[in-house]
């Protein structure tokens, strides 16, 4: 047992004095039992008595350079999420699909319901339309009043002809909008199921992306 504690006590012997190197930016090595302050800016090395590398010490970064490397994982962070998402979109893209026809279907199966409702809203504009070219004609006959030589007057129209008139300008306006926006939004899904398409276009013709996207998704 003797034997085997003074085997250890050799053999970290070396390590009970070990001290600090380094060489500054002015080309000056310092050399202590201590870290030196002049290392503070460069790397600096534990080393043996014997001058056996322990281990390297980087220098503590100064308050820009902390923030540099933060923004930096910050931003590597954010580019192996968008990496991530996209491997998992193509694996999704290519368990969906079994050809470049299927997404077209799939695209024009959810155009379709867009459409549908584009054509119920431009009937009921024409409806409102007609309503209003009758309500028209009617304000107009209030507006002419009744003739009698020089004391005709116009009559105000009824109140709630009025009030069907703003009603029905208010509608025909809020689906005349929905219209507009009905086609954005046809426009977006054609956009997204043109890329779907492009996007498995280029996965099949190069499998090694297929293998990639598949590997980082098990």
Known sequence: MKKFCLALALLYAPFAHAAYKCL????VTHFADTPPAGCA???????TPTGHVLRSIDPTPTP?????RLEEQKKKKEADRIASEQRRKDMALLNTYSSESEIDIARD??????????KGAEERIAELDKRLKK????????RAGKKSGKD???????ANLVAER??????KASLERSVAEAGTEIEAVRARY??????YAELKADPSLVRAADRAMR
């Open 166 to 171: 703003d009603r029905a300008t208010k509608e």
């Open 64 to 68: 820009e350079q902390l923030k540099v």
């Open 109 to 118: 199966r959810n155009i379709e319901p867009i459409r549908s409702r584009i």
């Open 24 to 27: 500054d930016e002015k080309g």
């Open 135 to 142: 309500i028209g004609d009617e304000m107009e006959f209030y």
């Open 152 to 158: 005709a007057k116009a009559i105000q129209p009824p």
């Open 41 to 47: 800016n460069v790397v600096m090395y534990e080393v």
């Open 194 to 199: 043109d890329g779907d398409k492009k996007r």
